[in-house]
């Protein structure tokens, strides 16, 4: 069974770096194709996509996000790291992370159940 | 703004056949695949299609999904109350990003 779950602070305080913690087991991130991402939607709008890392540690960023957002692995814990500096009110949302492979060519077929943040001072 | 384009709002009686459209371009419709995730109210999305019209396991033929041009549909055949959910479509885009529509909300009355 596939299964990931999201950790991490429930508040942040504008101007500050939220770090988020995605756990996962039933598949390894160092298998040719896997990939995990992750997803953030704010209350009550739409889901948007923010980055991606694959197997060979190759990351994607969302262009609009870029210079914010870092993304990385510990294949070891089975784990991806996603952190987003300088945040803003603007940045509450929930945010997924979720499993992707190249060979279903970026679909998102496992999901975690979300961690809800919150950007105030 | 959403990158791709979809009806805020469906509708249809059980039994009905619905479909909701999603409108690209061609950085991102028109030269890659379309996915579509269900998100029941309260839940993490789940991945209903990908590659254009491809369901996963578990996921049933009422659902399924078309692409033509820069232009996707996901139609729902025999539609149940349980299906009332948002939907939204998403596409990997040439700028090496993954672009989501604004989401449709699909009403069973």
């Known amino acids: 069974q596939i299964t990931l779950k999201e950790s991490g602070p429930t508040v942040v305080k504008p101007t500050q770096t939220l770090t988020l913690t995605c756990t996962f087991s039933?598949?390894?991130?160092?298998?040719?194709?896997?990939?995990v991402g992750w997803i953030r939607q704010p209350p009550g709008k739409a889901l948007e996509w923010l980055a991606l890392?694959?197997?060979?540690?190759?990351?994607r960023y969302s262009p609009s996000l870029k210079g914010r957002l870092t993304i990385t692995k510990d294949t070891s814990k089975n784990q991806v790291v996603f952190t987003m500096t300088n945040v803003d009110p603007v940045d509450t949302a929930t945010y997924y992370c979720?499993?992707?492979?190249?060979?279903?060519?970026?679909?998102?077929?496992?999901w975690g159940q979300g961690t809800t943040v919150t950007v105030s001072s | 703004q959403s990158v791709l384009t979809q009806p805020p709002s469906a509708s249809g009686t059980p039994g009905q056949r619905v479909t909701i459209s999603c409108s690209g371009g061609s950085s991102n419709i028109g030269g890659n695949y379309v996915q579509w995730y269900q998100q029941l109210p309260g839940t993490a999305p789940k991945l209903l299609i990908y590659?254009?019209?491809q369901r996963p396991s578990g996921v049933p033929d009422r659902f399924s999904g078309s692409k033509s041009g820069t232009s996707a549909s996901l139609a729902i055949s025999g539609l149940r109350s349980e299906d009332e959910a948002d939907y939204y479509c998403a596409a990997w885009d040439d700028s090496l990003s993954v672009v989501f529509g604004g989401g449709t909300k699909l009403t069973v009355l």
């Open positions: 979720a499993r992707g492979s190249v060979s279903t060519n970026h679909a998102m077929d496992v």
């Open positions: 590659r254009n019209n």
């Open positions: 039933g598949f390894s991130l160092s298998s040719s194709g896997a990939a």
């Open positions: 890392i694959y197997w060979d540690d190759d990351k």
